[in-house]
């Protein structure tokens, strides 16, 4: 069986999928890497899917155990506290809220020095170039270099996650000799499941690509409130401005429309195979992408623990099929 794993984007939200693969990897037994033949992510889904196949010393990649006390350690350096969504009008045009040298410190940290190509299983991110309006991806493992080429984990991470007016785009020259301006994935894909389904469907047979024995596509979101509209508007930047509070409704089925039809085409295909993984934040949670206030990622923490009780007899159920049983 071909077993896929794809994680959403979401900013600070993204220790709700780490903290539902740490307990996966206890009950299987094994690493992240190890359960899955693809590894997918959006924005801070791309930084963990990177992480979770990077080769660290030796080869071994992180379990999404390590990459709990990794990934938020520096959560308030990389979103210092003062800043809120709000702030976004408030920035001249062109102009991003935070610096993206607080990012990239901590993302070469993590992942070094490491090529796409090195990584430990087949994985993909997400990216948009504004100077082309194009929807791409990076590729590695085993995967087919996409036009991007075999870049350092570490920029196709940051490319993932600089969200526009958050973070400044990332200049990159690709392998054909044309200048992108690389912007979070999430424009294009906050949900990267079909990519990683289609992506997977490439794969050779040697990678588990063998159709006879089907397809498991797990795909992690990053927590929902029930009130956001996506990832630039959301009911905190809304709720000052009374024709946008109006147009609510409108926005979010233009965000979040294009998400469920998605989701449904993959459940009529894939059935019971298609798993999605979605968190309901607690109250007094926010589920802006970038408050990393102790307090909010407090309720991010504790949002996390009760999805995994919620789905506990997945939880149980996936280990046992991850491991071949």
């Excluded at 430990?120 to 270099?145: E, K, R, Y």
């Excluded at 630039?232 to 401005?241: D, P």
């Excluded at 949670?285 to 309720?299: M, V």
Aim: charge should be negative; aromatic fraction near 4%.
């Amino acid at each position: 069986m071909l077993r896929i794993l794809s994680i959403d984007g979401g900013g600070v939200r993204g220790i709700i999928p780490i903290i539902w693969l740490a307990h996966l990897e206890k009950r299987a037994g094994r690493r992240t890497a190890d359960l899955f033949d693809l590894i997918v992510g959006t924005s801070v889904g791309g930084m963990i899917a990177l992480a979770l196949t990077c080769p660290r010393g030796g080869g071994v990649p992180y379990s999404a155990k390590e990459l709990r006390n990794l990934n938020f350690s520096n959560a308030k350096s990389i979103f210092p506290r003062g800043h809120s969504a709000q702030d976004l009008s408030a920035l001249p045009p062109g102009a991003s809220m935070y610096p993206a040298r607080p990012l990239q410190r901590f993302l070469e940290e993590v992942l070094g020095d490491a090529k796409l190509s090195e990584a430990t299983v087949p994985v993909a991110v997400t990216t948009c170039d504004l100077s082309s309006t194009q929807a791409l991806h990076f590729a590695g493992g085993g995967l087919d270099q996409s036009r991007l080429g075999d870049a350092p984990m570490a920029l196709a991470a940051r490319a993932t996650g600089s969200l526009p007016r958050f973070f400044p785009a990332v200049t990159y020259t690709d392998p054909g000799g044309q200048t992108r301006e690389l912007v979070d994935g999430g424009l294009a894909a906050d949900d990267p499941a079909l990519v990683a389904y289609t992506l997977g469907l490439s794969l050779p047979r040697d990678n588990g690509g063998d159709d006879d024995d089907g397809v498991l596509l797990v795909s992690l979101g990053t927590g929902t409130s029930g009130t956001s509209i996506g990832l630039l508007l959301n009911a905190e930047q809304t709720r000052n401005t009374s024709d946008l509070q109006a147009l609510e409704e409108d926005f979010a089925m233009v965000f979040g429309g294009p998400g469920q039809l998605m989701r449904e085409g993959l459940r009529r295909i894939l059935d019971t195979n298609y798993v999605r993984i979605q968190a309901r934040l607690l109250p007094g949670t926010n589920h802006a992408s970038n408050d990393a206030r102790t307090k909010n990622i407090l309720g991010l923490l504790a949002s996390a623990e009760r999805s995994v009780l919620d789905t506990s007899a997945e939880l149980h159920r996936l280990a046992g099929v991850l491991q071949g049983k």
